[in-house]
């Protein structure tokens, strides 16, 4: 990665997210593959201009989904890497807001 900006990659935004943004003040994203904690929560912080606590990160793995003809399996979405941020009570991010 040549910059804090290729860390993040969107937002993912659920049910489950909008509740760890309501109660937790944790807030979910997509990040690159190789990017660390570290590279998370320096990214978050310089972009967002917030106070991060805590940094999660996990791979996800690839959804697989059968053919109905061949019955053979298909991968459908391919796996990614999810960081979970908890910022300190005080701040927000304001696009998660209002969702």
């Not at 993040?8 to 997509?30: A, I």
């Amino acid at each position: 990665m040549s910059t804090l900006y290729d860390v993040l990659r969107r937002p993912l935004v659920t049910e489950k997210s909008n509740y760890q943004v309501g109660k937790l003040h944790q807030y979910v994203f997509e990040v690159a593959n190789n990017a660390t904690r570290s590279q998370v929560k320096d990214a978050v912080e310089t972009i967002f201009k917030v106070k991060v606590l805590r940094v999660n990160v996990m791979n996800m793995p690839a959804k697989q989904g059968r053919k109905s003809r061949s019955r053979r399996l298909v991968v459908t979405r391919p796996g990614f890497k999810k960081a979970i941020v908890t910022l300190s009570p005080e701040d927000s991010l304001s696009m998660f807001e209002g969702v």
